[in-house]
């Protein structure tokens, strides 16, 4: 049974770059052969879809986030990391990784962006 992780920092300052790792663990799944994703939502919000990694390494992150974000992989831990540059308060959400063979989501990460 698939698992997701999401973890890092729970408070980030105005302007410096979130870090974010989802760790896939259970079964046989391997993030080489599967589409990740993450999603976010704001405190009164709704799901905001950031950016996927597809099964060979290609990765395409939504335009509402510019060049600001980027997603990245490390097989040999079976990790995935979101990286979100220049934060605002804006940023301010519950942070999710969602994929696998039976699309399942992590508990999420709750980031706060303040100073």
């Known amino acids: 049974q698939v698992r997701l992780q999401e973890s890092g920092p729970g408070l980030v300052k105005p302007s410096q770059t979130l870090s974010l790792t989802c760790t896939v663990s259970?079964?046989?799944?391997?993030?080489?052969?599967?589409?990740w994703n993450w999603i976010r939502q704001a405190p009164g919000k709704g799901l905001e879809w950031m950016g996927v990694?597809?099964?060979?390494?290609?990765?395409y992150v939504s335009p509402a986030f510019g060049r600001r974000a980027s997603i990245s992989r490390d097989t040999s831990k079976n990790q995935i990391a979101l990286n979100l540059r220049s934060v605002t308060l804006e940023d301010t959400a519950v942070y999710y990784c969602?994929?696998?063979?039976?699309?399942?989501w992590g508990q999420g990460a709750q980031v706060t962006v303040s100073s």
């Open positions: 969602a994929g696998g063979p039976n699309y399942v």
């Open positions: 259970g079964g046989s799944t391997t993030i080489n052969a599967n589409n």
């Open positions: 990694l597809s099964y060979d390494g290609n990765t």
